[in-house]
């Protein structure tokens, strides 16, 4: 499984940004995927995921302003962010988890994302 992240920018402060990650290969093992970010000098730090079940969940600190989706047919999982802040500022990395592992197999490469204020 190769993983793409595309789509960061810099923006203003409660501005939107759109990124896409793009997966190609073996995507029929794929169960989760999720977007991580690592912002500098901090641990990198979980966003969001969704499951193949469709089950989603967010991170409180981005709940209500970024939303996690999918399309099959393109093989894409999207984060769309809405009202970002500076603390946002950070490379956002996608992340997929195959079907009967509880780890992260398969990472991109990572998009940075910068928020000014």
């Known amino acids: 499984v190769q993983l793409q992240a595309s789509g960061g920018g810099l923006v203003q402060a409660g501005g939107s940004l759109r990124l896409s990650c793009a997966a190609s290969g073996n995507i029929s093992s794929i169960n989760t995927m999720s977007w991580y970010r690592q912002a500098p000098g901090k641990q990198r730090e979980w966003v969001a995921f969704i499951t193949s079940g469709d089950i989603i969940k967010y991170a409180d600190s981005v709940k209500g302003r970024f939303t996690i989706s999918r399309d099959n047919a393109k093989s894409t999982v999207a984060l769309q962010m809405r009202s970002l802040k500076p603390d946002d500022t950070a490379v956002y990395y996608c992340?997929?988890?195959?079907?009967?592992?509880?780890?992260?197999?398969?990472w991109g490469q990572g998009t940075q994302v910068t928020v000014s204020s």
């Open positions: 992340a997929a988890m195959v079907r009967g592992s509880n780890v992260h197999n398969y």
